[in-house]
């Protein structure tokens, strides 16, 4: 591991080197309902690997941003683009419905298939 907080799993579903120092999601924004952010892309995803987006009003309780999964008032839906706005660059539209939570952390996940 290269200590930048990304655990390798989710630098192979991002296909970036696990042993450099990765910037994970970035430009990250929010407006109103609708957060969008960006991360990495390989040109060759690997087949036995499956990313995934979760959300957290409290970096306690994480649900999966598949616009099911909530806290009951609160569900994400994120939506990623892969090679935009340039290759090897996903763009996520995750859009929140029911009640906007002062506070929204996302993180990505990846697992094995």
């Keep these: ?9 989710v630098e192979a579903f991002f296909g970036t080197d696990p042993s450099a120092v990765t910037t994970g999601l970035t430009e990250l924004s929010r407006s109103g309902n609708l957060v969008t952010f960006h991360h ?3 040109d060759a ?3 036995d690997l499956t990313g995934s987006y979760q959300w957290s009003p409290d970096l306690d309780a994480w649900h999966d941003a598949d616009g099911v999964d909530g806290d009951g008032n609160t569900s994400l839906n994120a939506v990623a683009t ?4 340039t290759p090897n660059v996903t ?5 929140i419905t029911g009640t906007i939570p002062p506070r929204a952390f996302l993180r990505t996940a990846a ?3």
Excluded: F, K, M
């Excluded at 763009?91 to 859009?95: D, I, K, L, Q, W």
């Design 111 to 113: 697992t094995l298939d």
């Design 82 to 85: 892969a090679d935009s706005p």
């Design 45 to 47: 995803p690997l087949d």
């Design 91 to 95: 763009t996520v539209e995750a859009t």
């Design 40 to 42: 990495p892309n390989p």
């Design 1 to 9: 591991p290269d200590a930048d907080g990304l655990p390798n799993g």
